[in-house]
């Protein structure tokens, strides 16, 4: 880990504030054989939308691994290494066939497993395509995304469902991927991050966030069966709102829909959106996930305010979003001993030691902590907002924070209590 | 040289193969002092066409080096260091003049083998220019274009005249360079390898190769006086074609016509080009040389289907061309423990021994093996094309095989034959 | 200091000049602890316009460090570490607020001299705005320039004020700064170098100097009390015209106006300019100051004919200015073990010693020289232009070339014995 800069206890004291250290390497490195890249192969992720596989294949940069992802005119979806290996064309270039894919410069065949179908050419006797494979990784098609599996073989998981994949009342999409320049880990950071609704979100100019959340919250974290959620509580007379996200190991979070006042809110709402961010490389983050909305409202289109780099940057400083705020960090690699961390930042804590303990059990050859459910059932997930009604404000605003505390606790407790029964 | 990777053995095995070793840097690095910038160093190599010298001096990076290339107004070229000796300024700002060039910044003018001609300002005593020169290769012109000789000057070969430069019946016109982004030795290979002709030019939508040539040849390769060639025979009826390509070291190429069918072909064709990979650096190389067509028939003009990168993404990988196969090959730069080579490869394998012989003999300090002929007579290639008769098959389709294989290695050993007579 | 390569003396010898060796060090390098950007951070630098500073933060680079500027609602001017020191967000997204600027992130307040004024969100009890304080830079806002001091904040200079800041008769501008791709040094060795002027500035189609200086000069250089100064002088019958620049260290220069032939000239003009090269890094340098003219005349917009790199590439090569001379130099960053330095570099070098002597001060902690007045006066400087009338010629060109210099050498010392006087 980084040497610790020193505390600044001076006005106009950056000179003596200049030394720079580097990442947390164990947290940020995600290529082949780093213990984080190692930690994230052991879970399906999602690289690619269904509906981006169509006449040519598609490159691919998955945790620093360079691939070519394809659905071969039989239906069948593969995820290959790049580059051809008789004698390394890029498979970007190759020919989609009805089973596999064709290199385009000497015509070998590769299934979707990356067995050899065909070495054109080769003597009639040759058993090269009996003996050797290209480097292939499983994968699986789900509503709309395709996942892969790219840790060791022998140890896959099983595909997880969550519960919010087939929610009764609930339309669900998959979305655009938009790519963000910086390192994964800080734009996970962020979903476990309540504060900075209360400042980024709520800006003047801002969209897609309600103004009732830049008043300050009453906030919270804790562990569930699945991961973590924070828990973001506010009052109006005697009504509590409590908003509850979601983050399940290593990189999915849902958050509860934003956009309405609380006023109007008479339901639970269940998350908006499942997202995953899946790194590219060190640098190179990609959001991809699902939306979802309750049948009679539209589901969302497009990346939302903020969340992209497609505003001029005079527009961006003038009213920043999310990709701003998160990929602005450290140039695009937070470096942990340049930063403060303070009571907001609990549930950064929390989460960095849940992916560090993840990451150790890894390296010991442990499994990692995997959400999970009996049975082939649903994943039980946590996600969602309401309002609880009948609750008269404490006597002063200190012991009221408490109220709003515990009433929070209480939702989540209980919800958690009522899956595992069901489990 | 690097460490050969596992051979991949089982489907769905990428998480077990993602070593990525480095390129083979005898045959790959081409700048000041490597093995291999040695070695192409020992040739002449063109580095720009005549017309292309004009009013202004044209900067060039040839095998790492920065250079600038001008005609003066007596006509004279040269091809110096592209900094100035007295403070650095580049020559590319220079000034051409009646006599060499001048720096722009202080006005010192410099010869085109590199004497310094005037340094104004300084002391009418100044013996500077009398004991300094500047850095100077010596250049030849030649049918449009304008070769250089970069190695010791001491030890400078005659430049060489190749049998194909003045053929009666034949007109030749240099062609526009284009760089292509990838190392030397990949784009050099392709010319030792026929199989990709049944594959990649005559995928559909491809231009400019005969469909007869989407059989498989007949393949074999022999080693020349001048380097090598490789053969590829085919059958129709009782007639037998004859294509052989000349790879002459260290990076020269000459093909025979492809666009016309085989039924049409009766005469002997010599090469429709002679053409040069120049390294510029270790990742980007240089196509330039000449066409060539009979007398009444059209040079060529452009580079040709798919030869550069010009063409969109999508195009590309629709139709993709020579520059596509060989550009992206492990980005750039072959990793050969990534390569499973094959029978059909046994050209590739055949020159990158010859080149690596040529290579070790630089480092030990002999002469390369070098196209050459006696008393100022061309050097005799065998490039050509035809179309033998009366040749009827063979029983079976091994036996006949065997019969097209000896039929154009006669060719071949003939060809050699009389050419070894003429010298 | 790097090996120095081979004085080349042969014709067509460049095989046996290809080594590059590096930069020289301690001369080029700016970033924080290097000797030389610690020389640097000892002076007051421009670093940007007060025109800059509007109702967005501005993103700076100064000497490898990555700032970010604003002027707060209060008009006070802040210069910060670009990187919040609570999780690290860039505060080129910050808020600027009505006493300092706002993180877009969590809403943290900074002042402008890096005093904490908020950490909303943090319990009323938090005692970090107390304790931590974010890196800051004191400025200063001068005529149009805002400045900043980046050195060790106990050993702050004065801040200095030349005598051309506000003479009598003139009127100065702040200039639009330009960055050149290429190391401050030789950028500001050429405010030393009269002899470019007889040849870059004067060739046919270049703009701003007079033909007058296209003939060689009379080229001298002394030491002063605040730098040093180059002589450049010519003669037009029995009229001495004589020339002087200011070289004031770290990197400010002043230029005689030269755009007025000599023969229209009758009165003493002090310079045209006050120019500063503000290294942003090793390879990125602003030229930034002021433009001055007597009253009555235009005060020049706009860089200048070739000071900048907005023209084409072809009308460059056809009429090279300074820009293309000297940001070409060794592609950015001179090599000095490749230069061949001659009589007319003498001021050239003579830089180089007064830069490094000053280097070497402060790495063994002295204070470095620097141009210093006392009580609050101005600092002389000596930079003009005047015509001497009445030096007959002497009898031989030789000995006429000792009258200019004694003239001019005199013209010097008489002004720097009056500045002292009045000191």
């Given at each position: 880990m980084a040497v610790r800069v020193p505390f600044l206890n001076t006005a106009c004291g950056a000179y003596h504030h200049r030394e720079r250290p580097g990442p947390d390497e164990e947290l940020t490195r995600v290529g082949p054989g780093t213990p984080c890249g190692e930690y994230l192969r052991r879970f399906w992720q999602p690289v690619i939308l269904s509906d981006e596989l169509r006449d040519v294949p598609r490159r691919l940069r998955i945790m620093g691994e360079d691939l070519v992802a394809f659905r071969d005119r039989s239906g069948t979806i593969g995820l290959l290494e790049l580059h051809c290996p008789h004698r390394g064309t890029s498979l970007e270039f190759g020919l989609i066939s009805d089973k596999g894919i064709r290199c385009c410069y000497h015509g070998w065949l590769f299934d979707t497993d990356g067995a050899i179908l065909e070495t054109p050419?080769?003597?009639?006797?040759?058993t090269l395509r009996e003996r050797l494979f290209h480097g292939a990784y499983p994968v699986r098609e789900h509503q709309g995304l395709v996942f892969a599996y790219m840790g060791p073989p022998d140890t896959a998981p099983d595909f997880p469902i969550l519960d919010t994949y087939d929610l009764p009342g609930y339309r669900m999409v998959a979305r655009a991927p938009t790519v963000w320049e910086c390192n994964w880990l800080q734009i996970k950071e962020n979903s476990m991050d309540p504060a900075h609704l209360a400042f980024l979100h709520t800006l003047p100019g801002s969209q897609g966030f309600t103004e009732d959340l830049g008043a300050l919250g009453e906030w919270d974290w804790m562990e569930t069966p699945s991961g973590m959620v924070y828990i973001d509580t506010r009052r109006q007379g005697d009504r509590v709102w409590v908003r509850v996200a979601d983050f399940i190991p290593p990189n999915i979070h849902q958050f509860p829909p934003?956009?309405?006042?609380?006023?109007?809110?008479t339901v639970i709402n269940r998350p908006a959106a499942t997202t995953w961010a899946v790194a590219l490389d060190d640098t190179h983050t990609m959001q991809i996930g699902y939306y979802r909305a309750p049948e009679g409202q539209e589901v969302r289109r497009g990346a939302g305010f903020g969340q992209d780099a497609s505003r001029t940057y005079a527009d961006r400083q003038r009213v920043p979003g999310d990709y701003d705020a998160q990929v602005s960090i450290h140039g695009g690699v937070a470096r942990h001993s340049l930063e403060h961390l303070a009571a907001t930042d609990r549930g950064v804590i929390m989460m960095r030691n849940m992916i560090r303990r993840g990451i150790r059990a890894v390296q010991e050859d442990a499994d990692p902590m995997r959400a999970d459910a009996p049975n082939g059932t649903a994943i039980p997930t946590f996600g969602h907002d309401r309002v609880v009604p009948g609750i008269p404000p404490a006597t002063t605003p200190e012991e009221d924070r408490h109220v709003l505390r515990e009433v929070a606790r209480n939702v989540v407790t209980q919800m958690i209590r009522t899956s595992s029964a069901r489990g």
């Amino acid at each position: 880990m980084a040497v610790r800069v020193p505390f600044l206890n001076t006005a106009c004291g950056a000179y003596h504030h200049r030394e720079r250290p580097g990442p947390d390497e164990e947290l940020t490195r995600v290529g082949p054989g780093t213990p984080c890249g190692e930690y994230l192969r052991r879970f399906w992720q999602p690289v690619i939308l269904s509906d981006e596989l169509r006449d040519v294949p598609r490159r691919l940069r998955i945790m620093g691994e360079d691939l070519v992802a394809f659905r071969d005119r039989s239906g069948t979806i593969g995820l290959l290494e790049l580059h051809c290996p008789h004698r390394g064309t890029s498979l970007e270039f190759g020919l989609i066939s009805d089973k596999g894919i064709r290199c385009c410069y000497h015509g070998w065949l590769f299934d979707t497993d990356g067995a050899i179908l065909e070495t054109p050419g080769e003597p009639a006797d040759s058993t090269l395509r009996e003996r050797l494979f290209h480097g292939a990784y499983p994968v699986r098609e789900h509503q709309g995304l395709v996942f892969a599996y790219m840790g060791p073989p022998d140890t896959a998981p099983d595909f997880p469902i969550l519960d919010t994949y087939d929610l009764p009342g609930y339309r669900m999409v998959a979305r655009a991927p938009t790519v963000w320049e910086c390192n994964w880990l800080q734009i996970k950071e962020n979903s476990m991050d309540p504060a900075h609704l209360a400042f980024l979100h709520t800006l003047p100019g801002s969209q897609g966030f309600t103004e009732d959340l830049g008043a300050l919250g009453e906030w919270d974290w804790m562990e569930t069966p699945s991961g973590m959620v924070y828990i973001d509580t506010r009052r109006q007379g005697d009504r509590v709102w409590v908003r509850v996200a979601d983050f399940i190991p290593p990189n999915i979070h849902q958050f509860p829909p934003n956009a309405d006042p609380m006023a109007k809110r008479t339901v639970i709402n269940r998350p908006a959106a499942t997202t995953w961010a899946v790194a590219l490389d060190d640098t190179h983050t990609m959001q991809i996930g699902y939306y979802r909305a309750p049948e009679g409202q539209e589901v969302r289109r497009g990346a939302g305010f903020g969340q992209d780099a497609s505003r001029t940057y005079a527009d961006r400083q003038r009213v920043p979003g999310d990709y701003d705020a998160q990929v602005s960090i450290h140039g695009g690699v937070a470096r942990h001993s340049l930063e403060h961390l303070a009571a907001t930042d609990r549930g950064v804590i929390m989460m960095r030691n849940m992916i560090r303990r993840g990451i150790r059990a890894v390296q010991e050859d442990a499994d990692p902590m995997r959400a999970d459910a009996p049975n082939g059932t649903a994943i039980p997930t946590f996600g969602h907002d309401r309002v609880v009604p009948g609750i008269p404000p404490a006597t002063t605003p200190e012991e009221d924070r408490h109220v709003l505390r515990e009433v929070a606790r209480n939702v989540v407790t209980q919800m958690i209590r009522t899956s595992s029964a069901r489990g």
